[in-house]
């Protein structure tokens, strides 16, 4: 799947329709003999969830065309051999400007710096909280009620891993241990972190109206550091 966003990434141009770029991403997936594993899960009818602009999650694909200072969410589920990943990124498309260049790379590097810090030992509401300080610190929102979350013989395992601390206090709850595997995916509003849900019933946008953004890593930790399974 790695491999199958950074292919996107690079294909994608101001013209094409997100079912076109659903169909690409796709068939890039199954030439790798993987499955795509969205398609069908709980209903969803694509590959590739295509998120653009105020969409921030689980964006349908459709004939909408991207255009030039688009901002475009790309999420992506597969199975091989019965095991699951998961991953995402949010990519401009063409020159975006420095705002939305911002919003970008909030999630990606909020991802990057809990990648970082993750320890066997480390609670999951502490790595939430670190999450929630991260975005919050670069005058972003986490978005509510929606989460990372385990891996492995199926899509979505516990635990549920928000990118805010939930309730209680952080050093309660399950600990990090070495083999576990997990999916970490900040979801980045500008103003308001409450989601609304539009009328497609999967499409998820913040009640603020403004662009977001999302990344998403399947990790694994390993000798006590965690290992980035779903790097191109």
């Known amino acids: 799947m790695g491999e199958t966003l950074a292919y996107l990434r690079e294909e994608i141009k101001p013209g094409m329709t997100l079912k076109e770029i659903d169909a690409m991403g796709e068939a890039f997936l199954r030439e790798k003999g993987a499955r795509p594993s969205f398609k069908g899960l709980y209903g ?23 255009k030039e200072g688009d901002i475009l969410g790309l999420d992506i589920g597969t199975e091989v051999d019965g095991w699951y990943g998961d991953a995402a990124i949010t990519m401009p498309v063409g020159s975006v400007d420095e705002k939305d260049e911002d919003l970008i790379a909030c999630a990606k590097d909020a991802l990057y710096h809990a990648i970082e810090i993750i320890r066997p030992g480390l609670r999951f509401k502490e790595l939430s909280l670190e999450l929630q300080k991260f975005i919050e610190g670069r005058g972003y929102k986490p978005l509510l009620n929606f989460c990372g979350h385990g891996i492995g013989r199926k899509p979505h395992e516990e635990p549920e891993i928000p990118n805010y601390l939930e309730h209680g206090s952080p050093k309660s709850g399950p600990k990090i241990k070495n083999g576990m595997v997990f999916c970490l995916e900040p979801m980045v509003c500008q103003l308001n972190g409450t989601p609304k849900i539009l009328e497609d019933k999967w499409s998820v946008v913040s009640v603020d109206g403004k662009r977001g953004s999302h990344y998403e890593h399947t990790v694994a930790v390993v000798d006590g550091r965690a290992e980035i399974l779903s790097q191109p």
């Open 44 to 66: 969803f009818p694509a590959a590739v969830c295509t998120s653009l602009n105020e969409v921030i999650i689980h964006g349908i694909p459709d004939e909408t065309v991207v």
